[in-house]
């Protein structure tokens, strides 16, 4: 590992379990890989792992609604409210983050603050976060009410540093393994949350342009958030707060939860092209 922060996470990959569980993790995918509907049918599956993933990373923030419904919605077989209410803001912003995930892999490396951003602009924008704030971290003014079980968000004042510390992991994808990056990431956008609202939804779609873009997932058909969901949202929530108190023990048991979460992310996967060669998606 050359660069200073892949040098920083080289010992987070030597805690117990980590690499066995990132191999586990590479494995399952590797092995979506191989779906005979991945030979010709790619982008089909791919979107619907858009669909999925979009109503899974609603529901982690609390809002259910029929994976029929999300997918309607995402092909423009039904229309969005012109009033919606609170819900269908949220998932219209799940929705709109997870489509906007597919675009930003290929400028990940070229360009990671800016994906960062338009993450933000995609997710915040149905709700209703003035204009000003998209994709800019929130000021001492703006208050955020969003994963209370993880304590106080960072201060307003150290919001821009612990952003540029995002921004040099999302740097590091390739000498450090895709998976782990993504966790990382997730668990900092999380905890930092850098914006008034939508941090949650942000840092789900993160974690999936990096797996996407870092090669760990390259067909896009993995559905990391419906890996979290697997787990339930209790577990998903503890582990986050455990990465939150800063030990080793924390930060273990939250990447030893994501590498498990990617496999269930793959084997959901499999779902989604078992529905494509089938024709249960359209």
């Known amino acids: ?46 979107a619907e792992s858009r669909v999925r993933g979009a109503r899974e990373t609603a529901f982690l923030d609390g809002i259910q609604f029929p994976v029929e419904t999300v ?4 092909r423009g077989a039904l ?13 219209r912003g799940a929705v709109q983050v997870t489509a906007e995930a597919e675009h930003l892999r290929a400028v990940l490396s070229a360009a990671p603050r800016q994906v960062v951003a338009r993450l933000h602009t995609a997710a915040a924008t149905p709700l209703r976060v003035e204009a ?13 009410a969003e994963l209370v079980e993880l304590g106080e968000p960072v201060a307003a004042e150290r919001v821009a540093a612990r952003l540029d510390g995002i921004v040099e992991l999302l740097r590091a994808v390739g000498p450090v393994p895709a998976g782990v990056v993504g966790a990382l990431v997730h668990a900092e956008m999380a905890v930092v949350r850098p914006f ?10 993160l974690e999936r342009v990096v797996v996407q873009a870092g090669g760990l ?27 939150a108190t800063g030990t080793q023990d924390g930060v273990r048991l939250w990447l030893l939860h994501c590498c498990e979460a990617m ?7 499999t779902r989604v092209a078992d529905a494509v060669l089938a024709g249960r998606t359209a």
């Open 196 to 205: 008034e609202r939508g941090n949650g939804l942000v840092a789900r779609a």
């Open 71 to 74: 997918r309607d919605l995402s």
């Open 1 to 46: 590992m050359s660069s200073p922060v892949a040098a920083s996470v080289e010992p987070l990959l030597r805690l117990p379990g980590v690499t066995d569980a990132v191999a586990a993790a590479r494995e399952a995918c590797t092995q979506l890989r191989w779906h005979q509907a991945l030979r010709r049918r790619i982008p089909e599956a791919a």
């Open 79 to 91: 229309s969005w409210r012109d009033d919606p209410l609170p819900d269908e803001q949220v998932l």
């Open 132 to 144: 000003a704030a998209l994709g800019r971290p929130r000021g001492p003014e703006a208050v955020c």
């Open 217 to 243: 997932d390259p067909t896009g058909v993995a559905v990391p958030e419906a890996g979290h969901r697997s787990l339930g949202q209790t577990a998903y929530v503890g582990a986050l707060a455990a990465y």
């Open 263 to 269: 496999v269930a992310a793959a084997a959901e996967g």
